[in-house]
């Protein structure tokens, strides 16, 4: 019994996972990705959130509908904020090549290139953050460099776990039809839940 309820539970995870990859992609055309990307990365979050941690089945499709719509305007301000701090890193990164002296230019560029590390891991405790906690737009990313930097174990399996995933999809392309995105952002939240608080609701704070 309990091994067909595990098996029942890893195919419904399956399932849902399968489903939540076609409608991020789905919503993410119909925003013309520029409107559509975050608010449908927001709410794919927020499915697998409930999946984790309040565990129970819930109707996917509503559930995304629901979060694509209250986000919308609030994830679009946090994404582009976000992708306004990667602009400007690279930015840095294409002034520090004119550099003709080469000691300034190498210290410059392995400064960028650590800052660029952090920013890069930081991002993937954002969108976790984002739906678990009521926050001000700038807590969210004081949070995520806190848990990159306080959780260094959590942060070495989600590279390494994430490492796993796209290795798997190089040998096995078709599965990115399957899973996409949806099975990175499953592992993303999952280690991140980890560092959170197991209560229910859809937003907590501290």
Same mark, same amino acid.
């Given at each position: 019994m309990l091994e067909k309820r595990w098996y029942i539970r890893l195919g419904n995870l399956? @399932? !849902?996972l399968i489903l939540l990859n076609i409608l991020w992609i789905t919503f993410s055309l119909l925003g013309l990705i520029v409107f559509g990307f975050f608010p449908s990365t927001v709410a794919l979050f927020a499915v %697998? $959130? /409930? @999946? =984790?941690l309040e565990d129970?089945?819930?109707?996917?499709?509503?559930?995304?509908? /629901?979060q694509f719509k209250n986000?919308? +305007?609030k994830s679009n301000l946090m994404g582009y904020s976000v992708t306004f701090i990667g602009v400007f890193l690279f930015l840095d990164f294409k002034i520090v090549q004119q550099i003709s !002296?080469?000691?300034?230019? %190498? +210290? +410059?560029?392995n400064l960028i290139l650590v800052i660029g590390i952090f920013y890069a891991i930081s991002i993937l405790y954002i969108f976790p953050l984002y739906v678990h906690f009521d926050f001000k737009l700038i807590q969210y990313f004081r949070y995520a460099? =806190?848990?990159? =930097?306080? $959780?260094?174990f959590?942060?070495? +399996?989600?590279i390494a776990f994430l490492g796993a995933i796209l290795f798997i999809y190089m040998y096995i392309p078709a599965l990115i039809l399957l899973f996409g995105i949806s099975l990175f952002c499953f592992v993303v939240m999952k280690i991140a839940a980890l560092s959170f608080p197991r209560k229910q609701g859809l937003k907590e704070s501290y």
């Open positions: 399956g @399932f !849902n %697998i $959130r /409930k @999946f =984790i129970e089945d819930i109707p996917v499709l509503p559930e995304f509908i /629901k986000e919308f +305007m !002296n080469d000691y300034l230019q %190498i +210290m +410059m560029f460099c =806190i848990l990159t =930097i306080a $959780r260094p959590h942060t070495i +399996m989600l």
